[in-house]
């Protein structure tokens, strides 16, 4: 079955440290998507991509940096973290073609501890 | 911009009663979602609107949408303790725009 995989599922890091989340999705998806989910505030959009080598900034791109490489993976880089980078990452991927197929997969979320 | 706001954030019912999550943004769209997240888990798919009237129904969840009125509802039948989560509804900047904007979340919690 096609899925969408996050790792780590727990990170614990120290402020200034790079980190990466790993994101790997085998629906052949072009679109794919980093949310932060913090509470009060739903999720907010990081980076999106909408193919190979398309990045775009979300309304939260500050301090995030993506890549896309290959179809399925969308690796998400926090070039120096912060506490206030402390959140639930989730991954989430749609095939882009509109209708009412047109939905998100979410991963099962990574835990980003920053101290 | 756009924005969305659900309400009510916070409720807790009885099992058996009917009751009804509102979902208001403020600019036209024309696709809006519900999902559903269990405590501690990933957003799961439920609904997908697409046009002024539609109506979506999965077990003792129906899901509608006013475009004229930029409202969504999902409304709860007869609720049951395994419906326990929080609900988000997700607005599209537009057809051909795949971000979504999403709602703070509806927690939900239905005692037995």
């Known amino acids: 079955d096609a899925e969408i995989t996050q790792s780590p599922r727990h990170k614990i890091t120290e402020t200034g440290r790079q980190v990466t989340l790993a994101c790997h999705q085998t629906?052949?998806?072009?679109?794919m998507f980093w949310y932060r989910q913090d509470l009060g505030h739903g999720l907010r959009l990081i980076h999106y991509?909408?193919?190979?080598?398309?990045?775009n900034k979300g309304e939260v791109s500050d301090g995030y940096s993506v890549s896309r490489s290959n179809t399925e993976d969308l690796p998400l880089t926090l070039e120096s973290a912060a506490s206030s980078q402390t959140s639930v990452y989730f991954c989430a991927s749609s095939e882009g073609t509109g209708g009412l197929r047109e939905k998100l997969f979410f991963g099962s979320g990574t835990q980003l501890s920053v101290l | 911009e756009l924005k969305v706001e659900q309400n009510p954030l916070f409720l807790s019912m009885q099992e058996g009663k009917n009751y009804t999550i509102y979902c208001n943004y403020s600019t036209t769209s024309d696709r809006l979602y519900w999902y559903r997240q269990d405590p501690g888990k990933s957003l799961e798919s439920l609904f997908v609107l697409l046009s002024n009237g539609a109506v979506k129904q999965e077990g003792r969840l129906m899901a509608s949408l006013d475009t004229k009125a930029r409202l969504s509802t999902l409304h709860i039948t007869a609720a049951v303790h395994d419906l326990s989560a929080t609900y988000f509804c997700?607005?599209?900047?537009?057809?051909?725009?795949?971000?979504?904007?999403w709602g703070a979340g509806t927690k939900l919690i239905i005692k037995p």
């Open positions: 629906w052949n998806h072009n679109n």
């Open positions: 997700a607005v599209a900047l537009s057809r051909s725009n795949y971000q979504l904007i």
């Open positions: 991509s909408y193919g190979v080598h398309d990045t």
